[in-house]
């Protein structure tokens, strides 16, 4: 049996920084933030320069797996697609780096940080992207695949494309319903273009994709809830492991969205690109389930809290025509308004499992905090609970014959949460951005390289009630 992955994840804009240096070109996340004036990944934690430091504190953390995604910005330099030899030879070092600690590198080729010279052409809503990014996932395979073993074409497409151009609450920042399809369109399709490169080159190890998992939970048993949920379902997560593990877009999504939507773009020759080019394996990031009824009355909204405490309760999803999300009152949320339900991973794993029959990476799990980063000892007791509930659900999916081959942390150590900006912690190590950025162990970090060591035993077991 190959080796169970244990490892933390982190985004190449949220960790590097380093944002001019060694030949980067600007990404839309750079333009974005600065045209806003909004805190930014200039500096991040400046992983650009210390990732030996950080991969060897995974390493004494226990971990024999990292996973981390390719700067875009750094690797192709311009429209025309030239390389940046420079961006190759960073991506060099931290490979190099994991192998001489025998950490298994696990390298996600687009994290969303598009160079802002494709953004100028329109980004993901223009078809020259697909070939763009093909071309740089080509590359990446040509360097890299000597060493790397485990591939992802895409971070959370669903994530990407629904902030961008649904909520608008990320670059670039638009609420437009055909660009959301269009976007997401060519992500997938971009995704089984790149898997095609990947076969077609017949480079050695495996590839998949990425998704933002949120199992879907009904409110009761009636029929009306039952179709509300298929409806949920569809928006949430079969869009994109249907199309990436089977190689169909679900026919009932596209026969909604032809109501709503030009879908004169889904030409025949890409369906069967996307047909033939499926995933070897799924990797689910999991935060949290959806609950939901269904729609009963009032416009499509999608409030999602960046704000923190200051905002708590207010996130809402309501897609008209369809479902409305419910936040059951019973259970516990952070203070961005994340639900805490570790079931949902249990029964998640279960039912991809049983639908997909493909090996599972848990690609993320990890709970953002307010925490102090000058404390001596940052003592994280939250963290340890959410982490200790997660992957006992992940233990007992594995013990049920379900194909889970890693846990990856978000994150290994702090880094920049997007619209969240720094302050919503996810790290086991902390990084006091006040001062130097010096990188501390939090409680958090001990025990996980004490559950690693274990192999699991000391996570405290508990079996779940079948639900779904
Ligand atoms: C999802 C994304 O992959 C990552 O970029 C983000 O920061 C974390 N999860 C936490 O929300």
């Not at 879907?216 to 509300?228: L, P, S």
């Not at 169909?248 to 033939?276: H, N, Q, T």
């Not at 990031?285 to 409030?303: Q, S």
């Not at 690609?363 to 509930?389: C, H, P, V, W």
Request: glycine content about 8%; proline content about 3%.
């Amino acid at each position: 049996m190959t080796e169970f992955l244990w490892g933390g994840a982190t985004a190449s804009y949220q960790c590097e920084g380093g944002w001019k240096e060694g030949g980067r070109a600007e990404s839309m996340w750079d333009r974005y933030l600065h045209d806003h004036g909004l805190e930014n990944g200039d500096v991040a934690s400046d992983h650009f320069h210390r990732y030996q430091e950080d991969i060897r504190m995974m390493k004494e953390g226990g971990h024999n797996s990292y996973r981390f995604s390719i700067a875009w910005p750094r690797i192709i330099k311009n429209l025309e697609g030239d390389i940046n030899p420079e961006g190759i030879a960073f991506y060099n070092q931290i490979i190099d780096t994991c192998l001489e600690y025998g950490i298994t590198p696990f390298v996600t080729i687009f994290h969303w940080d598009l160079p802002q010279y494709l953004e100028e052409i329109g980004g993901w809503l223009n078809r020259r992207t697909c070939e763009a990014y093909t071309h740089f996932a080509k590359i990446c395979f040509d360097a890299f695949s000597d060493r790397v073993k485990h591939w992802t074409t895409f971070n959370e497409p669903r994530y990407y494309t629904f902030s961008g151009y649904l909520i608008g609450n990320y670059p670039p920042g638009h609420q437009n319903l055909s660009e959301t399809v269009t976007s997401a369109y060519y992500m997938m399709l971009a995704s089984a273009m790149a898997v095609r490169e990947f076969r077609q080159g017949k480079y050695k190890g495996q590839i998949g994709i990425v998704h933002s998992f949120a199992p879907v939970y009904g409110v009761d048993n009636t029929v009306r809830t039952k179709i509300a949920m298929r409806y949920a379902d569809n928006f949430f997560n079969n869009w994109i492991l249907d199309t990436a593990a089977f190689g169909e877009i679900p026919g009932d999504l596209l026969g909604e969205l032809s109501k709503v939507c030009d879908l004169s773009i889904m030409l025949p020759e890409d369906l069967e690109i996307i047909r033939k080019y499926t995933v070897d394996f799924l990797g689910l990031n999991y935060y949290a389930r959806v609950m939901i009824k269904p729609y009963e009355t009032g416009e499509t909204t999608l409030i999602v809290n960046n704000a923190g405490s200051k905002a708590k309760g207010t996130s809402q999803t309501i897609i008209k025509g369809w479902f409305e999300q419910v936040r059951p009152e019973s259970s516990r949320y952070t203070e961005w308004d994340t639900e805490i339900f570790p079931e949902g991973l249990y029964e998640g794993i279960r039912s991809v499992w049983k639908k997909y029959h493909l090996p599972v990476y848990i690609t993320e799990n990890g709970i953002g905090l307010y925490e102090d980063a000058s404390e001596e000892q940052i003592k994280d007791q939250e963290r340890i609970n959410f982490m200790d509930m997660h992957i006992n659900a992940v233990l007992n999916a594995r013990e049920e014959g379900c194909d889970v081959r890693g846990y990856y942390a978000w994150s290994p150590f702090d880094l920049y949460s997007w619209k969240n900006g720094t302050e919503k912690r996810y790290g086991l190590v902390a990084i006091d951005y006040e001062n130097g950025l010096a990188r501390k162990p939090k409680e958090s970090y001990y025990w996980f390289r004490d559950v690693i060591q274990s192999q699991g035993k000391t996570i405290n077991r508990k079996k779940y009630e079948e639900v779904l």
